[in-house]
């Protein structure tokens, strides 16, 4: 199939699939006028680069965990579960330091509602 096909069957932009391919992630061949052809495995791979896109993984990181997919082997899927094991790690402390954040901003905020609370009192009572 060509690229606007899978595009559409795989719900992504063409462009997409271009920047897929160029990483690495995604493979076609040339037909004789040089257009790019996909399989219909091609659409279901789509679909798992998008799954390890929205679980907040770099497209170096899908690029590890590939052989997995591609070669399946126990060797593979241990590799892939250590890989994915370390990004949930980096996920959880990214969390941990945008909760800080959050609470730092939070008690900002308290002391600007305090204080703008404080100055209507003066106004009211000036």
Known sequence: MRIGELA???GVSVRSLRYYEE???LR????AGGQR???EGDVERVAFVQRL???GLSSRT?????????SPSD??????????????ERLSAHIEELLRTRDAL??????AQAYRDARRVAVRAG
Not at 28 to 31: A, I
Not at 75 to 88: I, L, T, Y
Not at 106 to 111: G, I, N, S, T, Y
Request: net charge negative.
């Open 106 to 111: 939070d008690a900002l905020m308290a002391v």
């Open 28 to 31: 076609s061949t040339r037909s």
């Open 53 to 55: 896109y929205a679980a």
């Open 62 to 70: 899908i690029i590890e965990l590939l052989p997995c997919v591609d």
């Open 8 to 10: 559409a069957q795989a």
């Open 37 to 39: 052809q996909y399989t």
């Open 23 to 25: 990483q690495g992630l």
């Open 75 to 88: 060797e593979n899927s241990d590799a892939a579960m250590e890989r994915m094991a370390k990004e949930r």
